[in-house]
Structure formats: C-alpha cells, structure tokens
C-alpha cells in the first residue's frame, strides 16, 4: 500500500505549494511508513509515500524519466512486470529492478494502450511536463483508489480524501444529491464522495487533463461476461488453475507474504495454495 499526490495551482507561490503537498503527505503517512518523495516545478507538485515491497533500495518516486519530460507517481503491484520488463528491454535501459520503472516506461513508449498490458491493481498519476498534461489511470476493478478535485485552472488528485483536502484551499461542501443516494443505497454511486466537485476515478477508466481544458474519462476497460464452453470438471479445472495463477502471481516480492485467514471459502482457499 502506498499513496500519490498531485497539485497543479498558479495561484498560489511555490512555498504555498510545498507546504500543502507535506502536509498531504504527513496525512497519507500510514499508506506509505518506509519513504516519502516530492517533485516541485512551479505551479504543480507531485508527492508519493512508499511502503516498500519491490526493490526495496531503489525505485524511489515520484520518479522521472532520463530526459525529465515525465514524471510518475504510482500505487500499486502490477504482477506481469518482469515480462513486460523484457520486452520493453529493447526499447528502455532500465536502472531500477521494480516495476515502477517498467510502468513509466511503457507510458513513455507505447502511451495509453499500454493500460491493456497491465495484470495487477494501480493508480497512478503521470505528467507530461512539456505538453503540460495529467493522465491518470485506475485498475480494472479499481482495487486501488484515486480522488480528485478540479476548479478551474486548479486540479489536485489524491488516494484519501483527507490527503486531497489538505491540498485544496476551499472547503468542501457536501454533496445533497450523493448524500440522499448514500441514504437511498447504502453506498455512494460510482465516481461520486460526499463532497461537490470531489470525485473518484471509475474503475477501469483513464483521466486526462490540461490547464484551460476540461477533464476527459472514458474506460479502457469493461467486464464481459459469457457462458463457459465445456463440462463441469473442465470448469473446476480451470478455475483452480486461474486461483493457483493468480495467487503465485501476489507471490512476487522482495519482503515476506502473508494472507488474512478469516477462515471463509475464498481466504482459506488463498492459503491453502500459498502453503
């Protein structure tokens, strides 16, 4: 678990900036105990706090390409890293052995198609410093959360709400209409909060955003569901070889793997197949 900043504001000074952004990152902490990185460059800034799982001694973010075009600020695990590593091999010269590098490599090299490679959960925020772009991106099943706020020219995003507010310089209004969908429902309607104006990115969906343009969603991604071809055994089959795949995939880390054993059918089947 980790947790990312992003704060694009002309109306305040760099300092003014600097300051919001810690303050973020103190209320993200719990996210991320073992480092925290900044990236300022008037009027935006960028902030990421790391629990370490891949690469424990390198791999720091927000991280930035040689030429210091792109910078990327991510949270997650993309499990398939080590293969897409190998084939961008040809492409990129890697200095980091985690998968942040590998992420901000085939953002840089294949663009937004690259989201269709991905197995794993993430949220990431990744901008572009000469087209003066913002691109974010959640998982398919958005494992990973992602907020944001845009008013006008200002645009923050954040992976906690509190985190978020501390970026913001208004205070947030609730939001009657989610309230009333909150007390209809028991729950917020997809990419709504409590709040006007504050949002979560869908998942399965990509964000883009520029100063002077409004923000633009769309999925690259959508469920699809269809009747299963064969017999029972070939269906028992398949499913334990998916969980037997899935679960060696969330194997993959340089510090130790633990599950919680709840002791319900899908917990203790994930421990029986890590033991």
Same mark, same amino acid.
């Given at each position: 678990?980790?947790?990312?900043?992003?704060?694009?504001?002309?109306?305040?000074?760099?300092?003014?900036?600097?300051?919001?952004?810690?303050?973020?990152?103190?209320?993200?902490?719990?996210?991320?105990?073992?480092?925290?990185?900044?990236?300022?460059?008037?009027?935006?800034?960028?902030?990421?706090?790391?629990?370490?799982?891949?690469?424990?001694?390198?791999?720091?973010?927000?991280?930035?390409?040689?030429?210091?075009?792109?910078?990327?600020?991510?949270?997650?695990?993309?499990?398939?890293?080590?293969?897409?590593?190998?084939?961008?091999?040809?492409?990129?010269?890697?200095?980091?052995?985690?998968?942040?590098?590998?992420?901000?490599?085939?953002?840089?090299?294949? +663009?937004?198609?690259?989201?269709?490679?991905?197995?794993?959960?993430?949220?990431?925020?990744?901008?572009?410093?000469?087209?003066?772009?913002?691109?974010?991106?959640?998982?398919?099943?958005?494992?990973?959360?992602?907020?944001?706020?845009?008013?006008?020219?200002?645009?923050?995003? @954040?992976?906690?709400?509190? @985190?978020?507010?501390?970026?913001?310089?208004?205070?947030?209004?609730?939001?009657?209409?989610?309230?009333?969908?909150?007390?209809?429902?028991?729950?917020?309607?997809?990419?709504?909060?409590?709040?006007?104006?504050?949002?979560?990115?869908?998942?399965?969906?990509?964000?883009?955003?520029?100063?002077?343009?409004?923000?633009?969603?769309?999925?690259?991604?959508?469920?699809?569901?269809?009747?299963?071809? +064969?017999?029972?055994?070939?269906?028992?089959?398949?499913?334990?070889?998916?969980?037997?795949?899935?679960?060696?995939?969330?194997?993959?880390?340089? =510090?130790?793997?633990?599950?919680?054993?709840?002791?319900?059918?899908?917990?203790?089947?994930? =421990?029986?197949?890590?033991?």
């Amino acid at each position: 678990m980790c947790g990312l900043l992003f704060i694009y504001n002309a109306r305040i000074g760099q300092s003014a900036l600097q300051e919001r952004l810690q303050r973020a990152l103190v209320r993200l902490t719990h996210r991320g105990p073992d480092e925290s990185g900044s990236w300022f460059e008037n009027p935006l800034g960028i902030g990421h706090v790391r629990l370490s799982i891949l690469d424990l001694s390198s791999s720091r973010q927000p991280m930035r390409d040689p030429s210091g075009r792109y910078v990327l600020s991510y949270n997650g695990e993309i499990y398939n890293y080590h293969s897409l590593r190998r084939e961008l091999q040809d492409q990129w010269t890697f200095t980091t052995q985690g998968d942040t590098e590998v992420l901000l490599a085939g953002l840089i090299t294949q +663009g937004e198609s690259f989201l269709q490679r991905l197995e794993g959960m993430w949220a990431f925020c990744f901008w572009d410093c000469q087209a003066q772009t913002l691109f974010l991106a959640r998982d398919r099943m958005g494992k990973k959360p992602l907020f944001y706020h845009q008013s006008g020219e200002i645009m923050t995003c @954040a992976s906690e709400l509190p @985190a978020l507010a501390a970026l913001d310089e208004d205070c947030w209004q609730e939001d009657l209409d989610s309230s009333a969908d909150y007390l209809r429902y028991g729950y917020y309607l997809p990419g709504m909060t409590a709040y006007e104006n504050v949002r979560e990115v869908l998942p399965g969906h990509m964000l883009h955003w520029q100063p002077g343009s409004d923000i633009r969603q769309q999925a690259y991604w959508s469920l699809k569901v269809g009747a299963f071809h +064969g017999s029972k055994q070939q269906a028992q089959e398949a499913l334990r070889e998916k969980l037997v795949d899935a679960v060696r995939a969330r194997m993959v880390a340089d =510090v130790e793997v633990g599950a919680f054993l709840s002791g319900g059918i899908d917990s203790s089947l994930v =421990v029986s197949i890590l033991c």
